[in-house]
């Protein structure tokens, strides 16, 4: 606003505003403009001594009537703009009543509620508990879960996940459970003889079977993975694609071999014990899980003391370290590769995942240096060691992308946004 419309009149809006909040190197230095921001503050003072001589007085009719003073409308107009916004005596204080906490609903691993069917399958050594989701005639995804976990602790919640759940749209899920490993199974007899990791293996071929399946993916997490790749290599017809999680294709080490038979001591003589659980938390999260995941921690450290049966997951502990390696190499020659006449190897596509806090990271690398490098790819996830349950996204992202590269039109996004939720753009 000009500043020679009155000689009572001053700008504020070229001088004290300007320079206060615009840096204006060539015509003020910064004593000048606090000197300017002082000068306006002394204003203002004067400007609330002078209440009672207003500006603006309002007559019967509340029309707004100049005083006699000389001084332009817009310049009136302006200051008392500038006196509303000042503080006033009847201004009521504001005070913080009382302060209410929500917390989030509690995590659970129970299968109430889950929209799965629990099928018993027999074979030659005794039964499998199945769980089905989704429609049996679309597309089959087999699971198989890791040591001391079962279909509902290692692959509800993810599943339950927004994108995954729509993923059953085009697939049919069949989660596969170890022998003795689900949730409220009785403890076997002394004289049982638990399967080893190849009879594990075999017995997927009751399960398509038993289900009518053609041809699978697999997902598997660390030991399960370990059996849907045994079952690849002893049936290339019956895999179209494997997806697996944290897993170790060598046979075990000496160290390996002492702590895990030493907890399958633990676990027939003493149960649950501390030293075991910790091992646990450890093979599925890695180290310093409790600082960026307290809460999911707890979670599966009263899923291990309360819902896991001691004795059968000794057995399973025992099959496990008894494993045998792969036998799988990579062929550096590629023309022998294509003729099929190189080593032996997972012929399917192999999406090979682990997180970056897991203690299997080098297992992987491992499997990855023995797969064909043509049909599959390794990927590790940042700041996680339980991937399912850390990075639930990631995963699903690049699940969604793996089954795309197969061939299948898998639609994973997250839903339109309407023009009720946001009115910047749709996500296709």
Request: negative net charge; contains cysteine.
């Amino acid at each position: 606003m000009p500043s020679g419309l009155g000689a009572s009149y001053r700008s504020l809006a070229d001088d004290v505003y300007r320079s206060t909040t615009i840096s204006e190197r060539d015509k003020f230095s910064v004593l000048e403009s606090v000197k300017k921001a002082f000068n306006f503050t002394s204003f203002s003072a004067q400007a609330l001594t002078r209440r009672s001589e207003p500006l603006i007085s309002r007559s019967e009719s509340s029309q707004p009537v100049v005083s006699n003073r000389k001084m332009p409308t817009f310049a009136a107009s302006e200051e008392a703009s500038l006196l509303g916004a000042m503080p006033s005596d009847s201004m009521d204080d504001i005070e913080l009543q009382n302060v209410q906490l929500q917390f989030p609903s509690a995590r659970s691993l129970s299968r109430e509620g889950s929209d799965v069917e629990e099928i018993k399958v027999e074979t030659d050594r005794g039964h499998l508990l199945v769980a089905v989701q989704g429609n049996r005639s679309k597309p089959a995804i087999v699971t198989y879960h890791d040591l001391g976990l079962n279909y509902v602790s290692s692959f509800q919640a993810f599943f339950n996940y927004l994108d995954m759940r729509q993923l059953l749209n085009n697939f049919s899920v069949y989660h596969v459970n170890a022998p003795g490993q689900e949730e409220g199974a009785p403890p076997f007899p002394d004289d049982y003889e638990y399967p080893t990791m190849d009879d594990l293996a075999a017995q997927l071929n009751f399960v398509l079977t038993h289900f009518g399946l053609r041809s699978i993916i697999g997902l598997g997490v660390g030991a399960g993975g370990n059996i849907l790749a045994r079952f690849a290599l002893s049936n290339p017809d019956k895999v179209e694609a494997l997806c697996l999680i944290n897993v170790v294709s060598t046979a075990a080490g000496w160290i390996e071999w002492g702590y895990q038979k030493l907890n399958a001591r633990y676990l027939r003589s003493k149960g649950m014990t501390q030293g075991v659980l910790d091992y646990l938390m450890w093979h599925h999260f890695g180290r310093g899980t409790e600082e960026r995941n307290h809460d999911l921690v707890q979670v599966y450290r009263n899923y291990f003391e309360r819902c896991v049966n001691p004795g059968n997951l000794a057995l399973f502990i025992d099959s496990y370290i008894r494993r045998t390696d792969l036998n799988i190499e990579r062929d550096p020659d590629p023309n022998r590769r294509k003729e099929g006449g190189g080593s032996p190897t997972l012929s399917m596509p192999v999406m090979n995942i682990t997180g970056s806090l897991s203690p299997h990271v080098n297992d992987t690398v491992t499997l990855n240096s023995r797969l064909d490098p043509s049909n599959s790819s390794w990927m590790k996830i940042s700041d996680c060691g339980m991937v399912l349950e850390e990075q639930p996204n990631k995963v699903c992202e690049a699940l969604r992308l793996f089954l795309q590269g197969l061939g299948y039109a898998v639609k994973l996004g997250r839903p339109k946004i309407t023009n009720s939720t946001s009115a910047e753009g749709k996500c296709c």
